[in-house]
C-alpha cells in the first residue's frame, strides 16, 4: 500500500500551501532543484526542521539525525513538521526524500521546541566534517569551527 501522507520540516510558520522552492544544498544535484521536498519518515522530517539556522548536512544511513557543523540551534526555537498529501510527490535517487512540482496543501502541522529534539541532531564529527568541507572544495577549518561552539546548552555532544 502507497503511503498517503508525506512529511515536511521547515523552520518556518507556514500556512496553507507548501510552495515550491530551490533548496540551497549545493552537494548533489538531486537536493537543488525548484520543488517542495518532502520525506515518507516523520522522524527525518523533524530533524530537517531545524536546518538552515547553522551549517549543517544529513546522513541518514546511520539515523535520522541532522548533524550540525558548529553552532548548536537555539533551544527555544520553534521548528515544525507539516503533513502534506503524497499523491503529487516522486521518488528522487535520495533514500526518502520526495518532490513534487506543484504546490501543495498542507494537512495538518506540528511544532516543536528544539529543546525537545535532542535525540534528533549531534555536532559533526571532525572526520565528518572534513569530508563534508572537501566535498564543497574549501580547505578544512575545522579547529576554528569549534571555537564557535560558544552556546554549550544541555544538548549532545
Request: charged share 30%; hydrophobic share 35%.
Amino acid at each position: 500500500m502507497k503511503q498517503k501522507v508525506f512529511y515536511h520540516g521547515s523552520p518556518f510558520k507556514i500556512n496553507g500551501f507548501l510552495e515550491l522552492r530551490k533548496a540551497r544544498d549545493t552537494s548533489k544535484e538531486a537536493n537543488c532543484q525548484f520543488v517542495v521536498y518532502a520525506t515518507d519518515k516523520f522522524d527525518i522530517a523533524k530533524s530537517m526542521s531545524m536546518k538552515g539556522e547553522s551549517p549543517a548536512f544529513s546522513v541518514y544511513e546511520k539515523d535520522s539525525r541532522i548533524i550540525f557543523m558548529s553552532n548548536a540551534p537555539t533551544p527555544e526555537r520553534e521548528v515544525y513538521v507539516y503533513e502534506v498529501p503524497a499523491e503529487s510527490f516522486m521518488e528522487t535517487v535520495e533514500k526518502h526524500q520526495f518532490i513534487s512540482k506543484v504546490k501543495v496543501p498542507i494537512l495538518n502541522s506540528h511544532s516543536f521546541k528544539i529543546k525537545n529534539l535532542k535525540d534528533y541532531w549531534r555536532f559533526a564529527t571532525e572526520e565528518e566534517f572534513n569530508q563534508r568541507w572537501k566535498k564543497m572544495g574549501y580547505p578544512s577549518p575545522y579547529k576554528e569551527f569549534m571555537g564557535m561552539r560558544e552556546r554549550k546548552i544541555n544538548l549532545p555532544e
